[in-house]
């Protein structure tokens, strides 16, 4: 059903999160939009702005490999400035309390852990934004000494100084596989929740978008909180079109 007003579908979501055993909920870049990080389909979001790098152009040429570094630190400052929402908040209240398993995000900008959910509590299906690897063999390396290599440069991505290959924001892209363990932790986490909560995702990106149908098939509760209309409104048992903030804020306060 979808919720005719706030107050109804605050209730219903309460309702829901009572009656449940084990809660997951599921989050997409409008859990972030309070906090100054714009998401992508959102009117006069980043889609509409650049269209995402895909991993193959990543890997094919060094000029794209330059233009998604310029991109990132670009968006960098806004990404270092933000600061939990009301949303991210509730969450983390939520699982405190018990109430919630963990936390399957889609998004890259760490808030979840930032507003107190443990790391090991925190599924990133797309990985993390603060940091970058080397794609050929793993090595860690901080966003700061990428920026220092790339003014340095004049503008270009740098390689491994340990084995030449490219540099990598240690985020998935378009095209690029998807991590295993997360992955698999999140199946883990779908299949055993009785109530899952998918909250501010356009759910129109795969593989991620199918926990939702999974635990949904699986048996349990589906809630979708989004401003706009999403692909599952119609297999959901409770859809709030609604700001995420005002809408969570009324578990900070039980
Ligand atoms: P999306 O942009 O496709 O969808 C976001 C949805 O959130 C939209 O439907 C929008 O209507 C809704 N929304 C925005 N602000 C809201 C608010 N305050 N209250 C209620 N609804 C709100 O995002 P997605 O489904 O997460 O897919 C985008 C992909 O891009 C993700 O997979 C993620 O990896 C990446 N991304 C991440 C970030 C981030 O880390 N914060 C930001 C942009 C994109
Ligand atoms: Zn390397």
Known sequence: ???????????????????????????????????GIPDFRSPGGLWTKNRPIEFSDFLASKEMR??????????????RAAKPG??????????????????????????????????DKVIELHGNGSYATCLDCGTRYELDWVKEQFDRAGGAAPDCTGCGGPVKS???????????????QAEIE???????????????VWPAAGFPVRAKRNGARLAILNRE?????????????????D????????
């Open 86 to 119: 009301r949303g991210h908040l509730a969450l983390a209240k939520l699982l405190h309390d018990g109430k919630l398993s963990a936390v399957i995000t889609q998004n890259i900008d760490n808030l979840h852990q930032v507003s107190g959910v443990p790391a």
């Open 170 to 184: 240690a985020t998935i892209s378009f095209g690029q596989a998807m991590p295993e363990a997360p992955m698999r």
């Open 229 to 245: 209309a999403t692909d599952l409104d119609e297999i959901a048992d409770l859809v709030i079109r609604d700001d995420i903030g």
């Open 1 to 35: 059903m979808i919720a005719p007003d706030r107050n109804t579908a605050i209730c219903h979501l309460q309702e829901l999160v009572r009656d449940s055993r084990r809660a997951v909920a599921f989050t997409g870049a409008g859990i972030s939009t309070e906090s």
């Open 66 to 79: 330059d233009e998604a570094w310029r991109r990132k630190f670009a968006m960098e400052d806004s990404f």
């Open 190 to 204: 779908t299949l055993a929740a009785d109530l899952f909560i998918a909250i501010g995702s356009s759910l129109v």
């Open 247 to 254: 809408v969570l804020e009324v578990f900070l306060d039980e």
